[in-house]
Every structure is written in C-alpha cells, then in structure tokens.
T-cell receptor
Framework: KAGVTQTPRYLIKTRGQQVTLSCSPI?????VSWYQQTPGQGLQFLFE???????NKGNFPGRFSGRQFSNSRSEMNVSTLELGDSALYLC???????????FGQGTRLTVV | DQQVKQNSPSLSVQEGRISILNCDYT??????FLWYKKYPAEGPTFLIS?????DKNEDGRFTVFLNKSAKHLSLHIVPSQPGDSAVYFC?????????????????FGQGTILTVHP
C-alpha cells in the first residue's frame, strides 16, 4: 500500500510570491491534515479536510489556505510569502481524522 | 497554553538498555494518544498508539503506558538499539468525542531527542 506522497520535496521562493504544495493520501483515507514544523514552534496544525470540506482550522493567517479534491488529494496554498513561512510542511492522512495519522515526507519551503 | 508536554528535551541510553520517554497532557478531552519517531527533514513515522480505555499497549519492542488520573503517558523501548536514535513526539487527539475544532487535529509535544549509544 503506497504511503502519503507530498510534492515537491524542496522549494525555494522569494518573499511576496505564492506557493502550492500537494499531498496524495493513503488509498481509502478521507481525512487530510496539514502541519507546519519550525524549530521554534514545533509541529503546529494548519487545517484538516474531509470529503472536500474543511472541518478544522488552526491559528494561522488567511494567507494559508487549502482544498481537497474528490479523490481525497489535497493542496495547500500560501500567498504573499514571508521569511517566517520557511518551514517543513507536513501532510497526514487518516481514515476519518480521529485515530492514527500517517505522515508524508514533507515539503521543505525556504523563503528568501 | 501547551496542552501536551515532553519535559525532557533529550535522553541518552546505552544499547540494549531500556529507553523511557515521558509525556504529560492537560486537556482531559484527549482520549487517544500516539507516539511518532522523526528524523530531520522527514515526516514523522507512526510507532504506537493507545486509547483512553486501555492503560497499556504493546507492539514488539515498544510499549506505551497511560495513566489517566495523572494525565501522563510513557513510551518504553526494550531493548534500545542505535537505530532508535531520533526525535520522539507524543501526540494527543479526541477520537471518541471528536467534533468541532478537534477533527483531524493532533496536538504534539515538543519532542525528545533519543540517542542510543553502541
């Protein structure tokens, strides 16, 4: 069974640009959550999607958005990038969002 | 307010001995707990979980203990191996009374760096 796939693995963007990250969940998993990991803040929850609907959102500005498609694949978008957005962005999938979540390898975003 | 805490930033253990990683939580609504292992620049790897209706769960060398009254859980690794060296995160969720702002949200501790020396 294929795991969670995130693309791309690495990105370098300039301040002010926008970026889109992609996540393909484990087959059969309908819940996709996104997390940001930084050295100072640890792993922080961004948002969760289930059946194409955002059910939950963390404390991040509106520049961070996402969506989920009918095949459960998800994308997150960050607009007007700031230096502080440099982080490892992780996607996790689970059956329904309540128990075990399995993570992808992450996308390392560097904003210069 | 940090709802899940791992008070030991690091732990050093000799190969073959037991590693004990600790985690405390404050939110009594949490009813499902997980441990993940993580290497730098990679995603966390799921290790083991436990629901609040149990006080112990075993999987090979890994055992998780839950003390609900103390709001404390621990991960035991026996015997420890050099390949176990990584950052270990505990995480908490609301599985049996999920709703509202709890869906799909794992709350993580800050992690403990485990080093197993040969």
């Amino acid at each position: 069974k294929a795991g969670v796939t995130q693309t791309p693995r690495y990105l370098i963007k300039t301040r002010g640009q926008q970026v889109t990250l992609s996540c393909s969940p484990i087959s059969g998993h309908r819940s996709v959550s996104w997390y940001q990991q930084t050295p100072g803040q640890g792993l922080q929850f961004l948002f969760e999607y289930f059946s194409e609907t955002q059910r939950n959102k963390g404390n991040f500005p509106g520049r961070f958005s996402g969506r989920q498609f009918s095949n459960s694949r998800s994308e997150m978008n960050v607009s007007t990038l700031e230096l502080g957005d440099s982080a490892l962005y992780l996607c996790a999938s689970s059956l329904r969002g309540e128990t075990e979540a399995f993570f992808g390898q992450g996308t390392r975003l560097t904003v210069v | 307010d940090q709802q899940v805490k791992q008070n030991s930033p690091s732990l050093s253990v000799q190969e073959g001995r037991i590693s004990i990683l600790n985690c405390d939580y404050t939110n009594s609504m949490f009813d499902y707990f997980l441990w993940y292992k993580k290497y730098p620049a990679e995603g966390p790897t799921f290790l083991i979980s436990i629901s609040s209706i149990k006080d112990k769960n075993e999987d090979g060398r890994f055992t998780v203990f839950l003390n609900k009254s103390a709001k404390h859980l621990s991960l035991h690794i026996v015997p420890s191996q050099p390949g176990d060296s990584a950052v270990y995160f505990c995480a908490a969720n609301r599985a049996y009374n999920a709703g509202g702002t709890s869906y799909g949200k794992l709350t993580f501790g800050q992690g403990t760096i485990l080093t197993v020396h040969p």
